[in-house]
């Protein structure tokens, strides 16, 4: 799933390659992809894109007369910029795997697509980002909250860290990948009971948040799209590692397995050597 680094990588190229350009037209190929209505998708025609911005996880491309294009990627929606597209013709509603297509008036311009059967990429045409559901739920910017503010959000709710880190509501930009590895720059277990932090663990895990996102984004900027995913790939030091050495300690990073979602960390440095209780694979056993 796209998180913080990567969304904002994309706002950056936007910035760069659609700010200033004029919308020929927005095609929706993917109808479930589009949760509002009004405005409809033809308000879009003509409008110029003046800015491109992030809320959390959503991308929010920006049309003059104050509308808003905003987007969440979801687990497996990406964002694909055209030089040119291979044909003028519109989209065909329910072909392959692009949801929406934004054509620019010199010929560019870019696809929103997802990978899978579980079709979650989600795209509003809103006069006010504050309207999308997912936008107005949001809490503080991970990035950008203070050492108090972070330590605040994170006693706000009762819970496993791993947990309460990637509630939207509690800070907005942390997903399940950013979560393993600022946990384990943290030496934090993710079942670590938020009620139970420390101050020095929650500073600690507030210099691990900002150090890992910063870097994250400071690796991803100015990367082309279509190499973000690589670029997040190779800056992962637990996460989808399971059975690899830690590059820390050399330990062999661990895995614990939920229903849809895993997590990775190593048990030498977060854990005091223990493992976790896989709990999947427990009720197996039983």
């Known amino acids: 799933m796209p998180e913080l680094p990567e969304v904002e990588a994309l706002t ?17 190929a993917a109808i479930s992809a589009l949760k509002t209505y009004d405005p409809a998708p033809t308000a879009a025609a003509g409008r110029t894109v003046t800015d491109a911005r992030r809320h959390g996880k959503f991308l929010d491309v920006v049309l003059d007369g104050e509308l808003h294009l905003v987007v969440h990627l979801a687990r497996a929606g990406w964002l694909h910029y055209r030089e040119a597209f291979p044909s003028a013709a519109p989209l065909r509603p329910g072909k392959g795997p692009i949801a929406l297509r934004v054509r620019l008036d010199d010929g560019s311009g870019f696809d929103l697509t997802e990978a899978g059967t579980q079709k979650s990429l989600a795209v509003y045409l809103v006069t006010d980002p504050a309207a999308v559901p997912g936008v107005a739920r949001l809490g503080p910017d991970a990035l950008a909250a203070d050492a108090a503010t972070f330590a605040e959000r994170m006693r706000s709710r009762k819970g496993q860290v791993k ?81 690899q050495p830690c590059p820390v300690c050399g330990e062999t990073v661990r895995e614990v397995s939920f229903a849809d979602s895993s997590l990775q960390y190593c048990a030498t440095c977060q854990t005091g050597g223990k493992p976790l209780a896989d709990r999947r694979l427990s009720r197996l056993v039983r």
């Not at 950056?12 to 929706?28: I, M, P």
């Not at 939207?168 to 997903?175: E, F, I, N, S, Y």
């Not at 600022?182 to 507030?206: E, G, M, V």
């Not at 691990?208 to 997040?232: C, I, M, N």
Request: no cysteine; glycine share 10%; charged share 30%.
């Open 12 to 28: 950056d190229y936007l910035r760069e390659r659609a700010v200033g350009r004029r919308v020929d037209r927005l095609e929706v």
């Open 163 to 243: 947990g309460v880190l990637t509630d939207q509501t509690v800070l907005a930009g942390v997903g399940n990948a950013y979560s393993d590895e600022i946990l384990h720059a943290a030496k934090l277990s993710p079942f670590a009971l938020t009620n139970r932090l420390t101050d020095d663990q929650l500073a600690t895990l507030h210099a691990a948040t900002r150090e890992v996102l910063g870097d994250a984004v400071r690796r991803s900027v100015g990367q082309k799209a279509a190499e973000l995913k690589g670029e997040k790939r190779s800056g992962l030091k637990v996460h989808a590692r399971t059975g």
